[in-house]
């Protein structure tokens, strides 16, 4: 089956950097893309990588290596209110565009 | 724009009831989806949409059905309400059927008694 993995809860402190990684088994797909919600909020878009490599958007970088079948996100001088879930999805080629979801990262930040 | 609109936000059900979650969006985007997330999950995708007349199921589509007559309506058909299906539904979109960015609706909060 298709799947990805991400830890399901990750802890760091305020003004640190944190990396949250998604693992992948899939057929081929369009690109990774990452989402931030919050308690009780929507999934909101932050990231997406096509090709390989870095994509960076002011504090949050995002990464992937399709030959390793990985990817991560990171996160640059925390802030309280990055305390959120945070997705990794890809959408599907053979499989009429759908999207595939990790089960999220449970981001907790400390003081 | 309003984007993604769902209603109802909020909907308390007695098992065997049948009601619709509406789902609009006004970007013009052909690819729309229904996804529930449960306490502490993941989204798992209920049926999707990848232009007016075009449905399909996704990863949990027993219990549900949808139509789409318009480009901008997605609504989701819950048949015969149960306990499990007690969950916060979420619609989205995307602009093209490999659009990078999906839009998301608030969320419908379900309760199933």
């Known amino acids: 089956g298709q799947s990805l993995e991400q830890p399901s809860e990750v802890t760091a402190v305020e003004g640190a950097i944190v990396q949250i990684n998604c693992t992948y088994q899939t057929s081929g797909f369009y690109g990774l893309s990452w989402y931030q919600q919050h308690d009780g909020g929507a999934p909101t878009f932050l990231s997406y990588n096509a090709l390989d490599g870095l994509e960076e958007t002011g504090r949050f970088s995002s990464f992937l290596s399709r030959s390793d079948s990985y990817g991560y996100l990171l996160l640059q001088e925390l802030q309280m209110k990055d305390s959120a879930s945070y997705f990794c999805?890809?959408?599907?080629?053979?499989?009429?565009?759908?999207?595939?979801w990790g089960a999220g990262t449970k981001l907790i930040i400390k003081p | 724009n309003a984007g993604v609109t769902q209603t109802p936000k909020f909907q308390v059900l007695k098992t065997g009831q049948s009601m619709t979650l509406q789902c609009a969006q006004d970007?013009?985007?052909?690819?729309m989806s229904w996804y529930r997330q449960d306490p502490g999950m993941g989204l798992r995708l209920i049926h999707y949409?990848?232009?007016?007349?075009?449905?399909d199921q996704g990863e949990v589509p027993n219990g549900y059905n949808v139509s789409r007559s318009t480009t901008e309506d997605f609504p989701l058909r819950l048949l015969s309400a149960a306990p499990s299906q007690t969950s916060v539904y979420f619609c989205?979109?995307?602009?093209?059927?490999?659009?990078?960015?999906?839009?998301f609706g608030p969320g419908t909060r379900l309760t199933v008694l």
């Open positions: 999805a890809v959408r599907l080629m053979d499989s009429n565009y759908q999207l595939i």
């Open positions: 989205a979109s995307s602009l093209g059927l490999a659009g990078r960015v999906q839009y």
């Open positions: 949409s990848v232009g007016a007349g075009i449905t």
């Open positions: 970007m013009n985007h052909e690819y």
